[in-house]
Structures are given as structure tokens and as C-alpha cells.
């Protein structure tokens, strides 16, 4: 399992990936989620991938090898969603019965967002059938992987207007309560901030078990939830017992 989270927001895009790919007391694999793609000042496309890492690994290789025409002269990232769609169903079909006859499922799942010359930043979400939805005001997000723990605070602070550099740790807090809760989600991290007003450059940042950034940022954090929690009232009481109660 893994953990992958990015958002498009009305300032740019943030993209954050874990990399572990086997967890247990004695089976813990590590293997980066996040493929960024440039093309001079034409493009940048960001990959971020859950699932089964032979199918994943093999539907990014495609979107090179066979489809890298297409893909990297697209004029649109919603084509390159297509692209990206088409060789996840290739491995399906070439892969796909085998998989069953092992009992195993087809499990994959990306998230494709970045920037192409002539359109603004855009962002999606492609499911392992290789159908996908775009992302807008009412969904700023998209998670793949092990998403139920980082969800909350998702919700709670991501804004169309959040700037970036919030959006980023609100993410980075996101993962780190997976992380806390999940052990098939873990470091290092890679993140990626990109900007709509600098469509040439972005910002990246790799984290590990060393980084005194983030190791600051989860103190803190950890720190205000308890001092918050401290300040809550007790609870009030009913003063009698309930008349649901029964008795024999």
C-alpha cells in the first residue's frame, strides 16, 4: 500500500507521495511514487501511483515506450489522461487473467496533474478501469492509496485560496497521521509545488527520517492538538440514567 495526495488549487498545484511498497515485521520495500516529466518550457506532468507495482511499473513504461509520441505532444493534459488510461487497459488485457488465475486483482490507481503550454494547470484522477475525473472547485484533492487517516485535516484546511506553501503542510500533516496510523504508508516523501504564475520551475523537496523540517513540523503540531485537547470542557452529564435503560 501507499499513500499519494495532491490538490489544484487556484495558485498552483502540490503533489506529495510516501514510497513504501511492502510493509510486515520483516518485509518493507522502498520504490518512489512520483514521476515528474519536462519537456524544456512546453510541459511538466507529475505521476503519482498506488497499487500493484509490477502493473504500475509497466503502465509507465508504456506511456514511453509505445505511446511516448502522443504523450509527449499532447496538446492537453486531459489527452494525456487518455494516454495514461489506454496503457493501463493494455496491461489489463495482457496481464489481467493472469493476475485472476492467481487470485490476485488488478489493482492500480494514478494521479496525473501539471501543466501544458496553452491551457492552465489541471489535475486528475485515473482509476484502474483507465476511466478518470478532473478535479475543480468542489474537489480540490484527489488521494490514491491509503487515504481514510490523512483525510480529515484535508477537509478542514484546504481552501481554493490557501496559499501553496499552507496547502504543503496541511498535506505534509496529512501524511504524517497516515503514517502514525498505517504502517504500509512511510518515508522518505517526495513533494512538489508548483507554481501557476512560474509554469517553468517548480519546487521540490525530499524527505526522509533525517529532515529537520518536517520531524519540526510534526512536533509542533503534535504539541497544539494536545494543548487544544487539554483546553476542551468535560462533558455534561444527564443527571439521571436513560429511560432507554431496561431492566428484567
Given at each position: 500500500m501507499t499513500y499519494c495526495v495532491a490538490a489544484k488549487l487556484s495558485a498552483g498545484l502540490v503533489l506529495l507521495s510516501d514510497s513504501r511498497t511492502n510493509a510486515g515485521v520483516d518485509d518493507i520495500s522502498i520504490t518512489k511514487k512520483m514521476s515528474i516529466y519536462k519537456k524544456k518550457n512546453d510541459r511538466t506532468i507529475f505521476i503519482l501511483c498506488a497499487g500493484n507495482l509490477a502493473i504500475t511499473q509497466s503502465v509507465k513504461t508504456l506511456l514511453i515506450?509505445?505511446?511516448?509520441?502522443?504523450?509527449?505532444?499532447?496538446?492537453?493534459?486531459?489527452?494525456?489522461?487518455?494516454?495514461?488510461?489506454?496503457?493501463?487497459?493494455?496491461?489489463?488485457?495482457?496481464?489481467g487473467k493472469h493476475l485472476s488465475q492467481e487470485g490476485?486483482?488488478?489493482?492500480?490507481?494514478?494521479?496525473?496533474g501539471g501543466h501544458i503550454l496553452g491551457e492552465e494547470p489541471r489535475l486528475f484522477k485515473i482509476y484502474s478501469a483507465g476511466n478518470f475525473i478532473e478535479s475543480d472547485e468542489d474537489s480540490l484533492y484527489f488521494q490514491i492509496g491509503e487515504s481514510k487517516y490523512g483525510k480529515p485535516i484535508l477537509d478542514r484546511v484546504l481552501t481554493n485560496d490557501i496559499s501553496l506553501e499552507a496547502a504543503a503542510k496541511c498535506m505534509l500533516l496529512s501524511m504524517d497521521s497516515t503514517i502514525r496510523s498505517n504502517i504500509s504508508v512511510g518515508l522518505p516523501l517526495d513533494m512538489c509545488l508548483y507554481e501557476k504564475e512560474s509554469p517553468n520551475n517548480f519546487k521540490h523537496k525530499h524527505l526522509n527520517k533525517k529532515d529537520k523540517c518536517y520531524e519540526k513540523l510534526k512536533s509542533i503540531w503534535s504539541a497544539h492538538l494536545k494543548e487544544g485537547f487539554n483546553k476542551l470542557e468535560n462533558i455534561e452529564w444527564d443527571d439521571g440514567p436513560s429511560s432507554d435503560i431496561k431492566h428484567p
Open positions: 515506450d509505445s505511446k511516448g509520441k502522443r504523450f509527449w505532444e499532447a496538446s492537453s493534459l486531459y489527452t494525456v489522461a487518455e494516454v495514461v488510461g489506454n496503457c493501463i487497459r493494455e496491461v489489463r488485457k495482457r496481464d490476485l486483482e488488478f489493482n492500480c490507481s494514478f494521479i496525473l
